[in-house]
Antibody, heavy 117, light 111 residues
Framework: EVQLVESGGGLVQPGGSLRLSCAASGFAFSEHWVDWVRQAPGKGLEWVGRAKHKPDNYATEYAASVKGRFSISRDDSKNSVYLQMNSLKTEDTAVYYCGDIGDSLPWGRGTRVTVSS | DVVMTQSPLSLPVTLGQPASISCRSSQSLARSDGSTHLTWFQQRPGQSPRRLIY???NRDSGVPDRFSGSGSGTDFTLEISRVEADDVGAYYCMQNTHWPPTFGQGTKLEI
């Protein structure tokens, strides 16, 4: 079964850090780019960043709203992608999804991040 | 960034009747190679988004043929020929022609 599973969310204070994981199974993970997309409570979808695959030198890209605070890495040997989030702000509160927005792979169920004091 | 504007934001519909959602981009989404990277996602209540249509008009596997996409340049449309109860949720257009990828605000389809 094709599956992506996010984990690592939780409650963190402003200025804190959190590391999210995205574990893939059931498909050729190494052949895909992986995007992180977030959804603030009651709001729409926002692209956060991307980890490209080996042919693209594992390049990463970030939305302006998170650049310099978030970093994405991937480990193809573990079929996993990670989102390291530092200097968190209240506006980073959202459900974070991983997926490939350029493909029909089903997204994960998401992991909730709450930034609050 | 390319701004994606959907209308309406809320769409009350009647079962069995058609529905249409508009999506407009602030720049043309046509690439020089002829491709247009306009995608439609469906998000049912409490679920993660699911891709329905890619490159304007191509339905993903398993998507009922009641759903169709059309358009070009800056104007795009998602149509549902006969709405079913299972179609309730939010629909988002997304462009991936220009960096960064951007989404529309979403249209909430309600019976």
């Amino acid at each position: 079964e094709v599956q992506l599973v996010e984990s690592g969310g939780g409650l963190v204070q402003p200025g804190g850090s959190l590391r999210l994981s995205c574990a893939a199974s059931g498909f050729a993970f190494s052949e895909h780019w992986v995007d992180w997309v977030r959804q603030a409570p009651g709001k729409g979808l926002e692209w956060v960043g991307r980890a490209k695959h080996k042919p693209d030198n594992y390049a990463t890209e970030y939305a302006a709203s998170v650049k310099g605070r978030f970093s994405i890495s991937r480990d193809d040997s573990k079929n996993s992608v990670y989102l390291q989030m530092n200097s968190l702000k209240t506006e980073d509160t959202a459900v974070y999804y991983c997926g490939d927005i350029g493909d029909s792979l089903p997204w994960g169920r998401g992991t909730r991040v709450t930034v609050s004091s | 960034d390319v701004v994606m504007t959907q209308s309406p934001l809320s769409l009350p519909v009647t079962l069995g009747q058609p529905a249409s959602i508009s999506c407009r981009s602030s720049q043309s989404l046509a690439r020089s190679d002829g491709s247009t990277h306009l995608t439609w996602f469906q998000q049912r209540p409490g679920q993660s988004p699911r891709r329905l249509i890619y490159e304007v008009s191509n339905r993903d596997s398993g998507v009922p043929d009641r759903f169709s996409g059309s358009g070009s340049g800056t104007d795009f449309t998602l149509e549902i020929s006969r709405v079913e109860a299972d179609d309730v949720g939010a629909y988002y257009c997304m462009q991936n022609t220009h960096w960064p990828p951007t989404f529309g605000q979403g249209t909430k389809l309600e019976i």
